[in-house]
């Protein structure tokens, strides 16, 4: 099973493709920080944090040594949102983390975000990548077309990804209403058609993980896995851990 290309060798020439459109120093740091140490990538759900609100879901994770957080919230009114994410903000600058938004590009903008993640239905990446050049972006991918149009324009230049997320692998109760779930095969078949780097997410337990680094994730994306544990913390770094042991096995195997 292939192993994803180590991007860290790769990120220059990658530059002379699709960081054309932007070469600020401020985004290929982001970009190079994003893809040479993310390993566990905590996406924050409140109402799934068993009471535990995402303030503290947050100083927990980042104790566990998360490197990057994603802050999900469809709940919050505006204020309390905007609030939130420069708590966020502050919080992973403090402990030298990657901070990316779901969905918001107004809260990451308001917030210095270094990043958003967007859905097939959100607002066009080229647009958000005219208003935020300095932004990691993420898409998330659904289907193997959506991953071979995203490596068609990666191909051609210009692509305004930065990364993409391949799922749901597992059946999740995180977004209601999903009937099909893609299983771990499809890091193989998407991560074929695009070169960019990659995460991937949905229903992912510990369990799971030697799989799917064995298929090549590297970066692996998790709501409950960390939100609904008994110490956070602890679970956090646990699979930090977990994905590092499975890499060297991986390598030497």
Request: glycine fraction near 8%; include cysteine.
């Amino acid at each position: 099973m292939p192993v994803q290309d180590n991007w860290t060798a790769m990120v220059f020439p990658y530059g002379e493709q699709n960081l054309k459109m932007n070469t600020s120093k401020l985004y290929v740091k982001r970009l190079c920080r994003f893809i040479e140490c993310v390993d566990i990538y905590p996406v924050s759900c409140e109402r799934l944090a068993d009471g535990r609100s995402d303030r503290q879901w947050l100083d927990a994770v980042l104790a566990g040594g998360a490197t990057v957080v994603q802050l999900r919230d469809k709940d919050s009114e505006d204020g309390k949102l905007l609030e939130k994410a420069r708590y966020f903000r502050r919080k992973t600058r403090e402990a030298g983390a990657l901070f990316l938004v779901n969905d918001r590009l107004d809260i990451a903008l308001l917030s210095d975000a270094d990043g958003i993640h967007l859905g097939q239905d959100d607002l066009p990446p080229e647009d958000v990548r005219k208003l935020a050049p300095d932004m990691i972006i993420g898409l998330s991918c659904n289907s193997e077309e959506q991953a071979m149009e995203l490596g068609r324009l990666e191909q051609q230049g210009g692509c305004p990804v930065s990364y993409y997320n391949i799922g749901p692998l597992f059946p999740t109760g995180t977004k209601e209403g999903l009937v099909h779930f893609l299983g771990p095969q499809a890091i193989e078949r998407f991560s074929r058609h695009c070169r960019l780097p990659f995460t991937v997410m949905g229903g992912i337990k510990a369990e799971h993980i030697p799989e799917l680094v064995g298929y090549g994730a590297h970066r692996i994306a998790v709501v409950t896995a960390i939100s609904q544990a008994t110490d956070i913390a602890a679970e956090t770094g646990r699979l930090r851990n977990m994905i590092a042991d499975a890499c060297r096995k991986n390598n030497n195997g």
